[in-house]
């Protein structure tokens, strides 16, 4: 895999000012770039686009530090566009309007103009509109870069135009090649014991960027051994997880929680549980979340599990963090082990299905309760049989609207409470078709 940053021109190297190593180790060409095989291998889908001719406007998607402005950059020089690069923080509609004025009259000179746009989601609605006519005229070749869901984010009008390519986190092996370039760049090896490297690319949490900032912190010291990881631990601090409570990672871990309990896997499920406690989550809205999962999932299969959910949500409303998050814990790994159904979830929406397509249908009349005279004449109650005068208990009687044709939302499975469940259901079925013969 090639290396995500390489020696910068010899040209740049007298510049005034010492250089930050990020800058420093930056490619010269898309082969250079580390990581990112999916988009720029021989079969890449950016690479097969480059080859054809064919690129059109792109948003890249992916975590920070992982190339989305250098492979932009890139890009411009392989096609020989001029590149032009904004912030949406930073830049206004005034702004905007220069830069594609300054397209237009590129363009009417022969030239071309791909627009970088970096962190493209935080333009509004009118902002990213601004950009579809000098995208569909051939003004500007956009290229955008988000860390959001651009889902989510952006404009459909925007997404239809563009092409989006997600860009992956760099991997152990990719961020072990960074830290041997960064070496031989700085012409130094890192005093750091192997599981201290490792511990340092664990701390870079796949960020390049952040990979070399570590490695330029950790070059500079002056040791007698090399540091194993507790006395790199204690001298550097670890980067924080990548998650924002409202954005693309809330959602996507707290789907690899529910899908975890549904799987019946408690230790993943503990996992990314611990994944959004450490994030900042809310222990609240883990609570909420936990106890949808009981409901949702295991159901009747197993009732107490929501009791169980509803008790640990209410021991952590009285104890706080960090000891009523064991509480909650301890209801995940519960909801994992807990035999699993979603008939009741199955048999609500479609009971909902139902009851929307009959509308108004009327209960039959046998069970309506007659308080006046009138009702008594228009046959309310008339032949309602009172279960409790049935020798069994059960009369088997229509509950249903006249003319609807009875309806078996509720299916048990065979797992759980639900086993038992079924066997009183199948035993209510051949009661009433015997009273019904």
Same mark, same amino acid.
């Given at each position: 895999?090639?290396?995500?940053?390489?020696?910068? /021109? %010899?040209?740049?190297? +007298? @510049? &005034?000012?010492?250089?930050?190593?990020?800058?420093?180790?930056?490619? !010269?060409?898309?082969? #250079?770039?580390?990581?990112?095989?999916?988009?720029?291998?021989?079969?890449?889908?950016?690479?097969?686009?480059?080859?054809?001719?064919?690129?059109?406007?792109?948003?890249?998607?992916?975590?920070?530090?992982?190339?989305?402005?250098?492979?932009?950059?890139?890009?411009?020089?392989?096609?020989?566009?001029?590149?032009?690069?904004?912030?949406?923080?930073?830049?206004?509609?005034?702004?905007?309007?220069?830069?594609?004025?300054?397209?237009?009259?590129?363009?009417?000179?022969?030239?071309?103009?791909?627009?970088?746009?970096?962190?493209?989601?935080?333009?509004?609605?009118?902002?990213?509109?601004?950009?579809?006519?000098?995208?569909?005229?051939?003004?500007?070749?956009?290229?955008?870069?988000?860390?959001?869901? /651009? %889902?989510?984010?952006? +404009? @459909? &009008?925007?997404?239809?135009?563009?092409?989006?390519?997600?860009?992956? !986190?760099?991997?152990? #092996?990719?961020?072990?090649?960074?830290?041997?370039?960064?070496?031989?760049?700085?012409?130094?090896?890192?005093?750091?014991?192997?599981?201290?490297?490792?511990?340092?690319?664990?701390?870079?949490?796949?960020?390049?960027?952040?990979?070399?900032?570590?490695?330029?912190?950790?070059?500079?010291?002056?040791?007698?051994?090399?540091?194993?990881?507790?006395?790199?631990?204690?001298?550097?601090?670890?980067?924080?997880?990548?998650?924002?409570?409202?954005?693309?990672?809330?959602?996507?871990?707290?789907?690899?929680?529910?899908?975890?309990?549904?799987?019946?896997?408690?230790?993943?499920?503990?996992?990314?549980?611990?994944?959004?406690?450490?994030?900042?989550?809310?222990?609240?809205?883990?609570?909420?979340?936990?106890?949808?999962?009981?409901?949702?999932?295991?159901?009747?299969?197993?009732?107490?599990?929501?009791?169980?959910?509803?008790?640990?949500?209410?021991?952590?409303?009285?104890?706080?963090?960090?000891?009523?998050?064991?509480?909650?814990?301890?209801?995940?790994?519960?909801?994992?082990?807990?035999?699993?159904?979603?008939?009741?979830?199955?048999?609500?929406?479609?009971?909902?299905?139902?009851?929307?397509?009959?509308?108004?249908?009327?209960?039959?009349?046998?069970?309506?309760?007659?308080?006046?005279?009138?009702?008594?004449?228009?046959?309310?109650?008339?032949?309602?049989?009172?279960?409790?005068?049935?020798?069994?208990?059960?009369?088997?009687?229509?509950?249903?609207?006249?003319?609807?044709?009875?309806?078996?939302?509720?299916?048990?499975?065979?797992?759980?409470?639900?086993?038992?469940?079924?066997?009183?259901?199948?035993?209510?079925?051949?009661?009433?078709?015997?009273?019904?013969?």
């Amino acid at each position: 895999m090639a290396d995500l940053f390489a020696h910068a /021109p %010899s040209s740049d190297s +007298n @510049a &005034a000012g010492p250089r930050p190593l990020a800058d420093r180790l930056r490619p !010269r060409a898309l082969s #250079e770039v580390i990581g990112q095989g999916h988009l720029l291998g021989p079969d890449g889908s950016l690479r097969v686009m480059l080859d054809a001719g064919s690129l059109g406007s792109l948003i890249f998607w992916g975590p920070p530090g992982v190339g989305k402005t250098t492979i932009a950059r890139l890009l411009a020089q392989e096609t020989d566009l001029s590149f032009v690069q904004i912030s949406a923080i930073f830049t206004g509609v005034p702004d905007l309007r220069k830069v594609f004025e300054a397209a237009k009259h590129r363009r009417a000179n022969g030239g071309g103009t791909l627009l970088f746009v970096d962190e493209i989601h935080r333009f509004n609605k009118a902002q990213q509109d601004g950009f579809l006519p000098h995208m569909e005229d051939g003004t500007i070749l956009l290229v955008g870069a988000t860390t959001e869901n /651009p %889902s989510f984010e952006l +404009n @459909a &009008a925007v997404l239809s135009r563009s092409q989006v390519l997600v860009l992956e !986190r760099l991997n152990d #092996e990719d961020l072990d090649q960074l830290i041997a370039r960064a070496e031989a760049e700085l012409e130094t090896q890192l005093p750091l014991t192997e599981d201290a490297r490792a511990s340092l690319r664990e701390m870079a949490d796949g960020d390049g960027r952040a990979m070399l900032n570590l490695v330029e912190q950790v070059a500079a010291w002056k040791v007698d051994a090399p540091l194993d990881p507790k006395a790199l631990g204690q001298r550097l601090s670890r980067r924080a997880a990548q998650y924002d409570k409202s954005g693309d990672a809330h959602y996507n871990l707290i789907s690899a929680l529910h899908k975890s309990v549904r799987g019946s896997d408690p230790d993943a499920a503990l996992y990314w549980f611990a994944r959004m406690l450490e994030g900042g989550e809310d222990p609240r809205f883990l609570a909420r979340r936990i106890t949808r999962m009981a409901v949702e999932d295991i159901g009747l299969a197993d009732p107490q599990a929501q009791r169980l959910c509803l008790d640990a949500w209410q021991t952590y409303e009285r104890l706080g963090s960090p000891e009523g998050e064991l509480a909650l814990a301890q209801a995940v790994a519960y909801l994992a082990l807990a035999p699993k159904s979603n008939a009741i979830y199955v048999a609500y929406k479609g009971a909902r299905k139902a009851a929307a397509k009959t509308g108004s249908a009327p209960p039959p009349k046998h069970i309506l309760n007659a308080p006046t005279g009138l009702m008594k004449d228009q046959g309310y109650g008339d032949g309602y049989a009172y279960d409790h005068d049935a020798e069994d208990g059960f009369s088997g009687q229509n509950y249903f609207p006249d003319g609807m044709k009875r309806a078996d939302f509720y299916q048990p499975v065979e797992r759980g409470f639900e086993r038992d469940l079924k066997k009183r259901l199948d035993w209510f079925a051949r009661q009433r078709a015997k009273r019904q013969g």
